[in-house]
């Protein structure tokens, strides 16, 4: 295959960024219901409680992993959004 | 029809089915046979990769965990799961556009390194010998309990079927098995904790269950667990009492390590496009997230089932007589699993934490009479005894027997994979042997399937001293060293071959210089420099949390050598450029 397309497509282009902002904002929601709310703010949201336990306990034990899932099909609809928008698609 | 029997036709019907596929997926290529002809559906493939991740550990092992540790068990739950996010946006999608059939090959073509191309074939065998040794591990143990066999020949009949379809279908072989093996493995762990939360909470989904009220004692189920364990001098379930940076590197460890492990890797080699390496990533967490959604109720119900048979009345009243063992109780004793000793010589069952740091419960066990804990449960034995635990029908205990075989030898299937598809591939094909033809290679691969299976069975019958320790071994490496040059090779076009190879030495020593320095020189007992405990930990980081700070010194060494030595070449940055689009999958092939 030729590189024809590295001029609109290569390195650093805006589809390359795009993908990058879309990276950054769905991790940084991965870190925030792990290790934020499942752990570190765990002590300060210890006043809201969920069925026996409080909210801390319900998302390091089921929440984090709910959201994981919604994640990753958000990452896949998003991107192949992208890849129709810029022409990336796969013939 | 009475257990035994019944076991036997479940565990026989399952191998018959995986035989059966064997027959029908024969590979012709190496295409087949490394990558399934990358013809795998997405929902077909995550189902697969779902049964190739879902271990004997996460069947047996997990459930029991959480039970024992409650709260600070979450860094399983949470890593073994996030590890997809990262999977999916960060590797997967890449790795499948490269077009390759090999994670170290995506390494020595990235690097234009033959030398990082055997370092990460290294670091793949290593970590995926070691796993193998578990999964041998839970095939004995299901065999000898279930099926009356002695191990030994349990995991010879194991290894049998597995050769049978891995060596004739490869890559396609292993993806129908698992696609059967997760089938059989996710109804033979949710229908006992069905029945389970049914029985404890009225709750149709141990999801909600767990949240939901005890039925027995009208308050939460938590609430009720919280106090009994506290009762016997235990940690409440709810509470954290692991440090909060250990938990937290904990966590980011198996998470990093999950994503780079390179037999999971691999499954994505074989959808057909790009697009489906990022739905399949999603639907492997559906299939994975059923059973790991289901393990924190089924450990919180086999706690409070399991203190509950054992102090009927609470631990305020007696504890249960020793001849009025349940019979599961019984069954497990010949396993040496459970063990009963009669500290106090008053036949009752005292089962409570003796190193309680509590001065006031310690002096109350001493004036009850109790003379120190009486019973020792394996945590593994959780999950299995379960079913007879909650008492439920012997065709459910049958099913869990299958489906604990299921997860051992999936896995174990795709370990191997992973290890063969190396040594044919990238060590022969790839630099030995360059001019090995079509035809050679897919023979090269089907022998080094059946050296790589015979090894394991080896390994599984003569265990090394060490299997215990292996997971923290599997997942470090894969964290330090995997996972941060693939990372990098794709999101960094500055990355050139000096720095991923010093990356990954660096992460990689400094990794297993941390586990060996707890945990003794190659796991050699008494060669350990300092004793394994939290006061001796660097920061309070356990061993098994250590990956995380590897692979921060990888990317950390990666960039300073990188910046300091030749920038990289133009093809490699093409080729970089290539793999972040997913047009032109097709072709890719053939660069």
Redesign the interface.
Known sequence: MGYAMSEKLGVDNAYWKANIRLITWCLVVWAFVSFGLGILFRPMLSGISVGGTDLGFWFAQQGSIYVFLALIFFYAIRMNALDKKFGAEED | MDLQTLTYIVVGASFALYIGIAFWARAGTTGEFYAAGRGVHPVANGMATAADWMSAASFISMAGL?AFRG?DA?VF??GW??G??LL???LA?YLRKFGKFTVPEFIGDRFYSSTARIVAVICLIVASITYVIGQMKGVGVAFSRFLEVDASTGLLIGTGIVFLYAVQGGMKGITYTQIAQYCVLIFAYTVPAIFISLELTGNILP?LG????HVASG??????L?ATVQELGFTQY?A?SGG?LN??LY??SLMIGTAGLPHVIMRFFTVP???DA??S??WA??FI?LL??TA?GVGAMARLNLTDTIWPSGPQAEALAYDERPDWFKNWEVTGLLTFEDKNGDGRIQYYNDKSKSEEFNAAATAAGWAGNELKVDRDIMVLANPEIAKLPNWVIALVAAGGLAAALSTAAGLLMAISSSVSHDLLKGTLMPDLTEKQELLAARISMAVAISIAAWLGLNPPGFAAQVVALAFGLAASSIFPALMMGIFS?KINDKGAIAGMLAGLLATLLYIFTFKGWFFVPGTNMLDNTTANHFLGIAPEAFGAVGAAINFGVAYMVSGATSAVPENI??L???I?????????VDH
């Open positions: 959480i709260y979450s739950l949470m799961t996030g997809y996010v999916a946006l960060l999608p999801q767990l949240f939901g009220d308050t939460p189920l938590l609430a009720k919280d709810t954290q909060t938990i937290v966590t980011l496009k790009v697009k990022r739905w990533a999603g967490l559906v997230a790991y959604t924190p076009t940055r093409h970089v450029e290539d972040r689009v997913p047009k032109g999958a097709g072709a890719a």
